[in-house]
């Protein structure tokens, strides 16, 4: 089966970095995506990792080892809207993708 | 701007009826799934469909059917609801597998079976 880690919960303040990390056991690989769920909202993409390596979009960036079987998603400069659940999601075929049970983030003032 | 639509956000149904969720993609996809999302489980993939009157299992199928008669529109079908259906139901489109083309989610269906 497939197996996706991530913490359950993250705080942070506004302004600050945070990094929500994401390990994976996979039958196989073909990317892993981020994405972001805001409270009673349809997931929306964030980013694409495919190869080892860092993303930069904004101020999100995203990061893959594919060794290590591991990814993270940093938020810099951390703004209230930015409160909400990241899933990390691993393509292991030609069209599914597995998630992990999610990350919800909560940005205090 | 693209969108997936589902028929309903809010349902309530009773034990051993037949339910249907309807969800509908103007993108032109190939590909659309359905999935539940409960606390602490995350998503998980009951059925997709990589073509027109295609579908394919995905982890979780028991209990569900799905229908695909047209490219725009996939039904997930409840034969007989149960409570442990109560859930939400998210609906996903995407286009053939070129990797890096993420998957569209619609609003989500909140199912109370009671």
């Known amino acids: 089966g497939q197996n996706i880690d991530q913490p359950t919960e993250m705080t942070a303040t506004e302004g600050a970095i945070v990094q929500i990390n994401c390990t994976y056991q996979t039958s196989g690989f073909n990317g892993l995506f981020w994405y972001q769920q805001h409270a009673g909202e349809a997931p929306t993409f964030l980013s694409y990792?495919?190869?080892?390596g860092l993303e930069e979009k904004g101020r999100f960036s995203s990061f893959l080892s594919r060794s290590k079987g591991y990814s993270y998603l940093l938020l810099k400069e951390l703004q209230m809207k930015d409160s909400a659940s990241y899933l990390c999601a691993v393509r292991d075929g030609d069209y599914k993708l597995s998630f992990g049970a999610g990350t919800t983030v909560t940005v205090r003032a | 701007d693209v969108k997936v639509t589902q028929s309903s956000r809010y349902l309530v149904k009773r034990t051993g009826e037949k339910v249907f969720l309807e969800c509908v993609q103007d993108m032109d996809h190939e590909n659309m799934f359905w999935y539940r999302q409960d606390p602490g489980l995350g998503l998980r993939l009951i059925y997709f469909s990589y073509d027109v009157k295609m579908k394919e299992k995905g982890d979780i199928p028991e209990g569900y059917s799905v229908s695909r008669e047209k490219k725009e529109r996939f039904s997930l079908i409840l034969e007989s609801a149960s409570t442990n259906q109560t859930s939400m139901y998210l609906c996903?489109?995407?286009?053939?597998?070129?990797?890096?083309?993420?998957?569209?989610f619609g609003p989500g269906t909140r199912l109370t079976v009671t």
């Open positions: 996903a489109s995407s286009y053939p597998p070129d990797s890096s083309y993420e998957q569209y």
């Open positions: 990792n495919v190869l080892d």
